[in-house]
């Protein structure tokens, strides 16, 4: 079994096809929910996201496990705990990977030039050879995960596919071993098939916002009689909305597609999310729009009052909500998205 | 005038309110009119000769230089909001923007300034008026490049951003050069933006003027930053935080390099070129980290300076003071530019920080530190329990946590800060007493 390698990311940025041509099984570090963030919070105030300290705890408890570790440039938090890490994560390879917050030809020159440096960095550190072929056999691999996941993601909004079970699909795809997930993926997408017609007591709702990186949060939505049948969240759609081109240079390849992903929330300018809910709206009927955050979460902050506002002028109906980093399933929460989908449906 | 009358007519406690918090301000009269004019300046830059016909909007540390050799008078929405909450008025436009779907732990630098032009408010209480271009950039946070993206949009009117790599620790040099060439290519594409939008050629003789005129601010005031290593320091941060801002908003650069060789003269008068520590007023020299608490100057000149504790220096201000020489090419200046605004005292990684504070302890000659867990900057919040415990290792020092935010009064509370206050400088008398054996 190949060996794990961690990566920080707070978007889709990190390049898992760099890390598979190296040999390693590429591991999104997510934390755990159920696990107390105490180790981290001796280092990172409890007014700071509480997602990012239980990914530090993750790191601080299972580093050794992992041949390395990389970081993504993404929010303000998790930028500067880079450092934190650096001086609490037991590791032999700590590697920070700079990606920019623009998306303009100098930009990607840029982040072409950043992911050169971690491949460099990679075949130094692991005495390896990331050949050109062994990246296009890692981005048709990649590619063909995406496409199963668009399947997969498509059954959301006819078939009786519970969010639960969307978010584990989603959630593999970041940290299973990528042949295993493709044959994972194959019998999940018959199974799926076959399921029941999409429940007639279930809302669609697209979900957007802060990622959800734990069971429960999508059991919420569940428990209140909501169906996320679209998303733009990195362990979602931004993850495999989009194909990496096949020809050419690979690591332009990467650098092109990573230009054409969802936008999250850390990245600028504001109307190109839009653009993409908007498309989604478009392609798939739902009864409304939830825009939820997890607390502390200042990109998303920053952007929901423009969201929200533009979205309530395209004439669709829309709640903003703030949760907490907890895996109980919180009945007021529930309440608010029980209001939120009579209103919608009425 | 007619926004400021309106403003007094709507808000008359507020504006009362404000005077009174201006007026607790240990502002001189020559302090009072620079920070008029730089507000009344943003308020008439049309009716100013051309070099001035435009207005832009900054954030912090901007190299604003640029754009002001285009004829850009730069406005500083920080330096608006900072000002708002100095005279103790920050809530109503924060209270606003709340109401716009402004999350509470969004930063309220941000938030002040955008309810405060909701509400229709002057500069002097936070508002700002549209401008003719809004430029960003996110070495200090994203907060920056999203904030003013949306003041543009609104407006309608071009927007600029500059997107910096985060210097993380254990960086080396040729690491550095690599973001210098990424922001050198960004900073040509921005004269060629400046271009487009004004219809003009770039004026590279006025750059370097301008670039030269803003490294005589930045030395002026960082010598007169050094006098406060005396003992007595010459200058606390009550005064230096209002002191600051001609540097940082380059509001009218010969008036502000008129006003700190004006300052330097007088200082070099009273205390000559001696630097050397002697007995005076401050019975603890304390460092402050973070952004200073603009609505409770109190802290500062009463409740610290009662028990004889004063902050000597503080790398918040300082950090807007690292602009260098005009070099030869204009290829070398605008790297010099990079890397100026690349690596301040405000955003270093823990490295760069620890190693800073090392030097500024006894450079300072602290006895403590004060280091503010700001909920509105995260940014600067995160790495400091690193710092404090690896500079209480090494040199024993207290070290005070101080959890509140910059711009809300809310945040703060008397009782229980007072009591850990006492604590603090219980602890710096002990440490005082072991520094001297």
């Known amino acids: 079994m190949k060996k794990k390698f961690a990566y920080y990311d707070t978007g889709h940025e990190f390049p898992e096809e760099i890390v598979m041509a190296a040999g390693f099984t590429p591991y999104k570090i997510l934390g755990d929910v159920h696990v107390s963030t105490d180790p981290a919070d001796r280092y990172v105030q409890n007014y700071i996201c509480p997602f990012s300290r239980s990914c530090l705890t993750e790191g601080m408890a299972h580093s050794q496990e992992w041949a390395g570790i990389a970081f993504c440039h993404g929010c303000d938090t998790t930028n500067n705990q880079y450092d934190i890490w650096k001086y609490h994560v037991k590791t032999d390879f700590l590697y920070w990977i ?10 990607r020159k840029f982040h072409s030039h950043e992911l050169r440096r971690f491949k460099e960095h990679l075949e130094k550190k692991y005495d390896v050879e990331i050949t050109d072929d062994k990246l296009k056999e890692a981005i048709k691999k990649s590619n063909k995960i995406k496409s ?3 399947q997969l993601a498509a059954l959301r909004s006819v078939k009786d596919i519970t969010n639960e079970e969307y978010f584990l699909a989603a959630r593999k795809c970041v940290q299973m071993d990528k042949d295993e997930l493709i044959n994972d993926l194959e019998k999940t997408f018959q199974e799926w098939k076959g399921r029941p017609a999409f429940p007639k007591n279930m809302v669609p709702v697209l979900v957007t916002g802060s990622d959800i990186t734990y069971p429960e949060a999508m059991q919420i939505f569940e428990s209140a009689g909501l169906r996320v049948v679209r998303d733009d969240l990195s362990l979602g759609e ?38 993409y809910l908007r498309q989604c709206l478009k392609e798939t009927k739902v009864a409304g729009i939830v825009l939820q955050r997890l607390m502390f979460c200042e990109p998303n902050g920053l952007d929901f009052p423009f969201l929200s506002r533009e979205l309530k002028k395209d004439g669709y109906k829309l709640i903003v909500i703030e949760r907490e980093y907890t895996p109980t399933i919180d009945q007021q929460f529930v309440s608010r998205l029980e209001s939120f989908r009579e209103l919608i449906t009425q | 005038m007619i926004k400021m009358a ?33 507000i009344n300046q943003s308020k008439i830059y049309k009716l100013m000769p051309w070099k001035f016909r435009k207005f832009g909007v900054f954030t912090a540390g901007f190299p604003a230089e640029i754009p002001a050799s285009m004829g850009f008078s730069p406005g500083f929405p920080e330096a608006y909001a900072a000002l708002t909450a100095t005279a103790g008025c920050a809530v109503p436009p924060i209270e606003c923007a709340d109401s ?6 969004i930063c309220t630098y941000m938030k002040t300034s955008i309810g405060a ?15 003719d271009a809004y430029f960003s950039a996110n070495f200090v946070c994203d907060t920056h490049l999203k904030w003013v993206e949306n003041e543009a949009r609104i407006h309608g009117k071009p927007y600029f951003a500059l997107d910096y790599p985060s210097v993380v620790a254990g960086e080396d040099e040729s690491r550095i050069e690599e973001y210098i060439d990424y922001l050198e290519e960004q900073l040509w594409d921005m004269i060629k933006f400046l271009e487009d939008i004004t219809g003009r050629k770039f004026d590279e003789d006025k750059f370097l003027e301008i670039v030269n005129n803003s490294y005589e601010i930045c030395q002026l005031f960082r010598q007169l930053n050094d006098y406060r290593r005396r003992f007595p320091a010459n200058r606390y941060f009550e005064w230096v935080r209002i002191f600051m801002l001609p540097m940082v908003t380059q509001w009218n650069q010969k008036d502000a390099i008129r006003f700190y060789k004006s300052e330097l003269k007088k200082a070099q008068k009273r205390y000559g070129d001696k630097m050397e520590i002697e007995p005076g007023r401050e019975k603890y020299r304390v460092l402050w980290e973070g952004i200073t608490l603009w609505y409770n100057v ?3 000149q009463k409740v ?52 800073y504070f090392n030097k500024m302890i006894v450079d300072y000659d602290l006895d403590g530190i004060i280091m503010h867990e700001n909920h509105s900057c995260r940014p600067s919040s995160t790495g400091l329990l690193d710092l404090r415990d690896s500079l209480q290792k090494r040199w024993g020092i207290p070290v005070l946590m101080m959890n509140t935010d910059h711009c809300d009064p809310r945040a703060y509370a008397d009782g229980p800060m007072n009591t850990r206050i006492d604590g603090f400088v219980e602890l710096m008398e002990e440490y005082t007493k072991k520094k001297k054996h």
């Open chain 2, 117 to 131: 032009s909701y509400l229709g408010w002057p500069e002097d209480f936070g508002g700002v008026r549209e401008a």
């Open chain 2, 304 to 355: 610290l300076a009662d028990k004889g504790a004063r902050i000597v220096f503080e790398p918040y201000t300082i950090s807007f003071a690292g602009r260098g020489k005009p070099q030869k090419t204009m290829k070398g200046t605008l790297r010099q530019v990079a890397r100026d605004t690349l690596i301040i005292p405000y955003t270093l990684n823990l490295d760069r920080r620890i190693e």
């Open chain 2, 6 to 38: 309106r403003f007094i007519a709507k808000n008359p406690q507020v504006f009362k309110e404000g005077i009174k918090g201006y007026l607790n301000q240990p502002l001189t009269p020559r302090m009072l009119q620079v920070l008029m004019q730089y």
């Open chain 1, 238 to 275: 931004r993850y495999f909305a989009q194909t990496i081109p096949e020809g050419g240079d690979p690591i332009e390849a990467l650098t092109i597609y990573n230009s054409r992903i969802p936008q999250p929330p850390t990245k600028i300018p504001f109307h190109v999310r839009l653009d």
């Open chain 2, 100 to 105: 716009l779907g402004y999350g509470r732990d």
């Open chain 2, 298 to 300: 109190d802290l500062y």
């Open chain 1, 98 to 107: 700079n990606t920019p917050a623009k998306n303009d030809k100098i930009s």
């Open chain 1, 148 to 150: 199963l996941m668009r």
